[in-house]
């Protein structure tokens, strides 16, 4: 009874220290974190399980912790690569998913597209169109996400339209759909990518894919709100919240918050544009601290495990030991109840001082942000006077909207004309202050010029939209 009343106050007062962060990783996964320190824990002392690994890689992908997952995806490959024990198809679809992993990530030009051609290499001669169509897909995204080259990516789209997969293959099918009306958005064909879009939404409402839905959705509230039907488009986003999605939830509602912003600001609903901003940012703060610290959290699950067996082993020796001395542990018991009783009451009392010294730490902090945030803007509208451009030609900055590369030449948009002069974009980014930011590969804008933006483009005052690279933000 006594051990029954010290288990039952000892949890009371770990509740009382752990209260839940309603924007947290946790909040959003917590038991996808737990399956991944089960699954971790099972493994112990065990050989090699490939599967395992793989379930461990697709539920920190699921959670957008592409590190982790990426760190678990290689650890097969490596071992599958000297010794194939999986099927092939199996195989492939670990080689696609180490690409879309490492593509996912920031910076993704970068990526070495060295696991795509190895599986480009496999599946050459496989009279299946499964994977050229995927490959194709794959190939569409970098024509349209970052170089821009619509008219290729329409071109690419059609021909994935005639494989077999694409036709056999529902899921696929909703997929293709779904790229189709972003691409038609982009063009401002708004009907036809409305029809994309309901036709992918169709698809995935019979195939119960709850991320694609989501994904329809979203593309058609960013449609409606193209066309400055921004109450229509909330009305799209609305209807999220009743998908029963699990899958990156946390980014997704990022996405949704910068939409929903967008929207409002169509409205001139201030306050909900307010409300929609904050919590962008603490979503994405939260996203950056936890991307920051993946691949520590994955060697302290490790740690985690450890120190959980060690207990295990310590509480099972305690057992034998209270066994032959009950008497004298129940009375240690009893007085480790009175100390932590004790311990209680005076937290209790103390407590209010804590909360009156966390309120002033939550005003100074609050205070340093602006602070911050005012010298942030002073920094960003400093400019020099003008620079000289290798035609002797004067850009003076302070007109200068923004840069864009066109093959070995640059355009420079001013308020009142366009500079055309030889050159590379990555030479005038020097020369330029901090209110200029390279959004895009072939893109440099200035910031004072920004109308709004969002997570795929930006809008500058004298209306031209300018892409954003994938991961990019301000």
């Known amino acids: 009874m006594k051990k029954l009343i010290f288990i ?26 737990q399956q991944i320190v089960s699954l971790k824990q099972q493994q112990i002392g065990r050989s090699f399980n490939p599967k395992k690994q793989l379930e461990i890689a697709e539920i920190y992908k699921r959670i957008n912790c592409e590190d982790s997952a990426y760190a678990a995806y290689y650890k097969v490959f490596d071992k599958e690569f000297k010794k194939l024990t999986l099927s092939d198809d199996a195989f492939n679809e670990l080689l696609f998913s180490l690409h879309t992993t490492e593509s996912s990530k920031y910076n993704y030009e970068k990526d070495r597209r060295y696991f795509l051609e190895l599986l480009k290499q496999r599946t050459i001669n496989e009279t299946n169109d499964k994977w050229l169509a995927k490959i194709e897909n794959e190939r569409f995204k970098d024509y349209f996400i970052d170089s ?25 099918r909703s997929v293709i759909l779904l790229n189709e009306g972003n691409l038609n958005t982009k063009i401002n064909n708004f009907k036809i990518a409305e029809s994309n879009l309901f036709h992918a939404l169709d698809l995935a409402k019979q195939n119960k894919d709850y991320l694609r839905q989501v994904y329809c959705l979203i593309n058609l509230g960013v449609n409606e709100n193209k066309q400055k039907n921004y109450t229509k488009a909330l009305s799209y986003f609305d209807l999220i919240e009743s998908i029963p ?26 306050v909900n544009l307010k409300h929609q901003d904050d919590l962008y940012y603490k979503l994405d703060n939260v996203i950056s601290d936890f991307s920051k610290n993946s691949n520590f959290y994955e060697i302290d699950v490790a740690y985690q495990t450890k120190e959980k067996d060690k207990k295990i082993e310590e509480l099972s020796s305690f057992k034998k030991t209270f066994n032959t001395n009950k008497i004298v542990y129940s009375v240690l018991l009893f007085l480790v ?9 005076r937290w209790k009392k103390s407590d209010k001082t804590k909360k009156l010294l966390n309120k002033e730490n939550q005003s100074l902090s609050i205070e340093n942000k602006k602070t911050k945030h005012e010298l942030e803007t002073v920094k960003s509208i400093v400019t020099n006077d003008f620079i000289l451009l290798k035609n002797k030609s004067k850009v003076y900055l302070e007109a200068l909207i923004y840069v864009k590369s066109d093959g070995h030449y640059l355009n420079l948009y001013t308020t009142s004309k366009k500079e055309f002069v030889r050159g590379k974009i990555s030479e005038i980014e020097k020369q330029l202050p901090p209110n200029f930011v390279k959004c895009h590969r072939s893109y440099i804008i200035n910031k004072n010029y920004i109308k709004q933006y969002n997570s795929m483009e930006v809008i500058m005052t004298n209306g031209q939209d300018i892409p954003l690279s994938r991961g990019f933000k301000f």
């Open 245 to 270: 999605n699990s899958k990156y939830n946390i980014k997704i509602a990022r996405i949704i918050a910068s939409n929903k912003g967008n929207a409002y600001y169509g409205l001139k609903d201030s």
């Open 8 to 33: 039952l106050f000892a949890q009371f007062v770990l509740a009382q220290q752990n209260p839940q962060d309603s924007i947290s990783y946790e909040y959003f996964y917590e038991k996808e974190l």
């Open 337 to 345: 109840f009175l100390l932590a009783l004790y311990s209680f009451v």
């Open 148 to 172: 821009l080259k619509l008219d290729k990516a329409k071109e690419i789209i059609n021909g994935i339209k005639k494989t077999n997969y694409y036709q056999s293959n529902s899921t696929f």
